[in-house]
C-alpha cells in the first residue's frame, strides 16, 4: 500500500476529471437558479423555499379574482385584496429548488413518454435482431450447405459497415416509403445486426453437435431447434448482447436526430434533452440538469448493480 | 424414442438429408441475409450512384453531375476545414485516448481488487448517455458560471500566475472554451478522450489477465529487473493483438463523433467551422440542405477511410498474431 501511494495519487485526479461533469450534473438539479448562477450552497444547495416565476406569473390574479375574494378580506381596499391574494400565490408557487426542479423536468416535456419510448425502441430492437440473427448463427455454426461460406464472408464483410455511416441512404430509403417520423424509421435499421449473427455463430460452433442430433431424434424441427434447444445454452452470450445492443441505442442520439423531426410523441430520451437545452432560457440550467439525470440514471445504476455483465457486453466486441 | 441404427440411417437418407440441411440452412439464414441486403449493401450502392447526381428529396428528376460533387469536395476550403477538424479529432483522441487506457489498465492491474473501484469509475462515462454529458460539459465550460472557470480563478494571486496562461487569463479573462475557434476542437477532442478512455482500459485489461505470470519470471530469470524491461519484453509484446484492436476500434469511432459538436453547436460545426467533422457534414448538407450528391460523396470517402483502417487492422492482426 506505501509502495503503491503514487499509483492512487495518479488514478484519484483521473476520477475526479472523471466524475465532475457528473458531480455538476447531479448538483445543478438539486440548486435553485440564483445559486447555480452564483456558484454557491455547495453540492445540494440550501434548499431554501423559492418562489416559481412562472407559476406566479400564470396565476397573477385579476379583476374576476378580485371580486371574488372580497368576501375573504372584508373591509380592505382593491389594492391590499390583490396584494393579499398576490401572497396567497406565491405562497402556493413557492417550493424546494430540487421539487422544483424536477417537477419542472417532468412537467415542461413528457419525459414520462420519452422515456417510454426509449424502452420501446430499445427493447423491439433487441428482440427483432435475436429473432433475426439467432435462426442465421445457428444455420453458420451447425448446418451444412452449398453456399454457406459466401454467406459468412458476406456477414464478415459487412461487420466493416458502420450503419451510423450509411445513414443518409437509408434517410432517403424511409422517406421515399414515407416512414420518416414512425418508430419504425428508429427500430428498422438496427434489425439486422451482422455484429449479433457473428457472436451467436461463434457461440454456437462451441455446442456440441450430439445435443442437436438428440433433439432431431426426438423429431424437433430446425426452428424448434433454434428456440428450444440452442437459445437455452446462449443465454450468457445472449445477456452480454442485450447490455450492448441496449445501451448503445438507448445511448444512441445520430439516429434519431434524423428521422424524427419535429413529432414529439416519439422522442427518444436525448431527443428530449436536446429540444429541452433549444428552448431553455438560462434560468432553466436547473430542470434541464433533472432530466439529464433522469436520462442517464437508469443505465448507471444497472451498471453499478451488474458490473461485470455490463463490462463483457459492453467490451463484446473485443472478442474476436 | 425408436432405436436406429445411425449408421444405417446415415447410408440411406444422406442425400435426402443434404438436401433438407441445403433448403433449411437457407431459409433459416434468408431473413437475415435479406435484411443484410436491403439495409447495408443497397444503401451503399445508393450512395454511390446517388453522388454522382444532384439529386433533392422531393424533387422529380435529378441530373448526372459526373465528379463535381467529389471535385468540390477536395476544392472548397468548407471542405478542408472537415478534414482538418476529422483528422485533428482522429489524430488527437486515438493515441491519448489508447495510451490513458493502457496506462490506467496498467496501475488498474497492478492494484489488485483495490483497483476495481477506479475500473468502475473509468467506464461510467463509456455508459452515460454521451449528449448528456456533452451538456453537462457545456455548462462546466460556461465562460462565467462554469466550474472550470471559476476553478481557475482561484488560482489567480497565487505563485500559478507565473505560468503565461494563469497570467492571461487573469488579466483579461480565461478562455471562452467552445465560443474560441483556437480552442473548441480541442475542447471537443478532451471530451472524447474523457468519454473513451475507459472503454480501452477495459479492453486492456483484459488482454492483460491473460498475460501469463511465468513469463515475468521468465524475464527477471534473463535479467529483467526494471519495471521497464518487462513491460518492453513481456507485457507490450502480449498485449499486440490487443493494441491493434484497441486502436482500430478506437480510430472508427473517432471517425464518427457527432454527438458533442451537434449540442454544442447546432449549427454551423463551430467557431469558423474549426469543428466541422464529417459526420456533422453529412448531416448538414444530406439532411439539412437536402443536398443529396454532396452529402453521398462525403458518405462514400467515410466509408473508404473506414474500411481502409479496418483493413490495415485485419492485415496487422493476421500477419503478427503470433507472439
Redesign the interface.
Known amino acids: 500500500m506505501t509502495r503503491d501511494w503514487w499509483k492512487h495519487m495518479v488514478l484519484i485526479l483521473g476520477t475526479i476529471i472523471v466524475l465532475a461533469p457528473f458531480y455538476m450534473m447531479v448538483s445543478y438539479s438539486f440548486k435553485s437558479p440564483g445559486e447555480i448562477d452564483r456558484g454557491e450552497g455547495g453540492f445540494f444547495g440550501r434548499q431554501e423555499m423559492m418562489i416559481d416565476p412562472r407559476c406566479v406569473a400564470l396565476r397573477q390574479p385579476d379583476r374576476a379574482d378580485i371580486e371574488a375574494a372580497r368576501a375573504r378580506f372584508a373591509g380592505q381596499d382593491d389594492a391590499s385584496v390583490q396584494a393579499s391574494l398576490l401572497a396567497e400565490t406565491e405562497a402556493d408557487c413557492s417550493m424546494r429548488p430540487v421539487v422544483f426542479n424536477y417537477s419542472k423536468a417532468f412537467t415542461e416535456a413528457p419525459l414520462v413518454r420519452y422515456l417510454l419510448n426509449g424502452v420501446i425502441v430499445t427493447v423491439s430492437i433487441f428482440l427483432i435482431q435475436i429473432v433475426v440473427a439467432l435462426p442465421a448463427a445457428y444455420a453458420l455454426a451447425k448446418l451444412k450447405f452449398w453456399g454457406r461460406d459466401a454467406v459468412f464472408g458476406l456477414v464478415l464483410f459487412c461487420l466493416l459497415i458502420p450503419v451510423h455511416a450509411i445513414a443518409l441512404p437509408l434517410y432517403i430509403g424511409l422517406a421515399k416509403l414515407g416512414l420518416t417520423n414512425t418508430y419504425a424509421a428508429l427500430v428498422v435499421p438496427w434489425t439486422i445486426s451482422v455484429f449479433g449473427i457473428f457472436l451467436m455463430r461463434q457461440f454456437f460452433m462451441t455446442v456440441p453437435d450430439d445435443l442437436i442430433d438428440a433433439a432431431r431424434m426426438d423429431g424437433m424441427s430446425e426452428l424448434a431447434i433454434v428456440w428450444r434447444v440452442m437459445l437455452p445454452t446462449a443465454i450468457p452470450a445472449l445477456l452480454a448482447f442485450a447490455i450492448f445492443s441496449v445501451v448503445a441505442h438507448w445511448n444512441d442520439y445520430f439516429w434519431p436526430r434524423i428521422v424524427v423531426t419535429g413529432n414529439r410523441d416519439l422522442f427518444t430520451p436525448p431527443l428530449g434533452l436536446r429540444e429541452f437545452k433549444g428552448d431553455g432560457d438560462g434560468s432553466f440550467f436547473g430542470p434541464m440538469m433533472a432530466t439529464a439525470t433522469v436520462i442517464v440514471t437508469p443505465l448507471i445504476v444497472a451498471f453499478l448493480l451488474a458490473q461485470r455483465r455490463f463490462i463483457e457486453g459492453i467490451t463484446l466486441s473485443g472478442m474476436k | 424414442?425408436v432405436a436406429?441404427d445411425p449408421s444405417l440411417a446415415a447410408d440411406v437418407t444422406k442425400p435426402k438429408a443434404?438436401n433438407r440441411?441445403?433448403?433449411?440452412?437457407?431459409g433459416?439464414?434468408a431473413?437475415?441475409?435479406i435484411?443484410?441486403f436491403l439495409?447495408?449493401?443497397?444503401?451503399?450502392i445508393?450512395?454511390g450512384v446517388?453522388s454522382f447526381t444532384n439529386y433533392s428529396?422531393g424533387n422529380p428528376s435529378f441530373d448526372w453531375v459526373g465528379l463535381q460533387n467529389y471535385e468540390r469536395l477536395f476544392t472548397r476550403s468548407t471542405y478542408e476545414k472537415m478534414y482538418v477538424a476529422t483528422f485533428t479529432y482522429v489524430v488527437t483522441v486515438v493515441p491519448i485516448s489508447v495510451g490513458l487506457g493502457l496506462g490506467?489498465a496498467l496501475?488498474?492491474h497492478?492494484?489488485g481488487r483495490i483497483?476495481d473501484i477506479?475500473?468502475?469509475?473509468?467506464?461510467?462515462?463509456?455508459?452515460?448517455?454521451?449528449?448528456?454529458?456533452a451538456?453537462?460539459?457545456e455548462?462546466?465550460l460556461h465562460p462565467t458560471?462554469g466550474?472550470v472557470n471559476?476553478t481557475l480563478e482561484m488560482a489567480c494571486g497565487t505563485w500559478f500566475e507565473v505560468i503565461p496562461f494563469f497570467a492571461d487569463g487573469c488579466a483579461e479573462g480565461f478562455p471562452l472554451w467552445l465560443g474560441d475557434r483556437d480552442y473548441a476542437i480541442w475542447v471537443v477532442c478532451f471530451i472524447g478522450i474523457?468519454q473513451g478512455f475507459?472503454?480501452n482500459m477495459?479492453?486492456f485489461l483484459?488482454g492483460l489477465t491473460s498475460v501469463h505470470r511465468e513469463l515475468y519470471h521468465a524475464a527477471e530469470m534473463d535479467g529483467a529487473r526494471s519495471g521497464w524491461e518487462r513491460f518492453r519484453l513481456v507485457t507490450w509484446p502480449a498485449l499486440g493483438p490487443?493494441t491493434v484492436?484497441?486502436v482500430t476500434?478506437s480510430c472508427?469511432r473517432a471517425f464518427?463523433v457527432?454527438?458533442t459538436i451537434?449540442?454544442f453547436w447546432?449549427q454551423g460545426g463551430g467557431p469558423n467551422k474549426s469543428a466541422y467533422v464529417m459526420?456533422f457534414a453529412?448531416?448538414e448538407k444530406?439532411?439539412q440542405q437536402n443536398l443529396?450528391g454532396i452529402?453521398?460523396a462525403i458518405?462514400m470517402l467515410?466509408?473508404l477511410f473506414?474500411?481502409f483502417l479496418?483493413?490495415i487492422q485485419r492485415w496487422l492482426v493476421e500477419r503478427k498474431v503470433h507472439y
Not at chain 2, 440441411?21 to 437457407?26: D, E, M, N, S, V
Not at chain 2, 439495409?39 to 451503399?44: R, T
Not at chain 2, 477506479?118 to 454521451?130: N, Q, S
Open positions: 424414442m436406429i443434404d440441411q441445403a433448403r433449411t440452412g437457407w433459416l439464414a431473413p437475415a441475409l435484411l443484410m439495409i447495408l449493401l443497397v444503401p451503399i445508393a450512395a446517388l428529396l490506467a496501475l488498474v497492478s492494484l483497483g477506479y475500473k468502475t469509475i473509468y467506464f461510467l462515462p463509456v455508459m452515460a448517455t454521451l449528449l448528456a454529458m451538456i453537462a460539459w455548462f462546466m458560471i466550474m471559476r474523457w475507459g472503454f477495459v479492453l483484459a490487443t484492436f484497441v476500434i472508427i464518427q457527432f454527438d451537434e449540442a447546432p459526420m453529412i448531416f444530406g439532411i443529396i452529402g453521398s458518405t467515410f466509408l473506414v474500411m479496418t483493413l
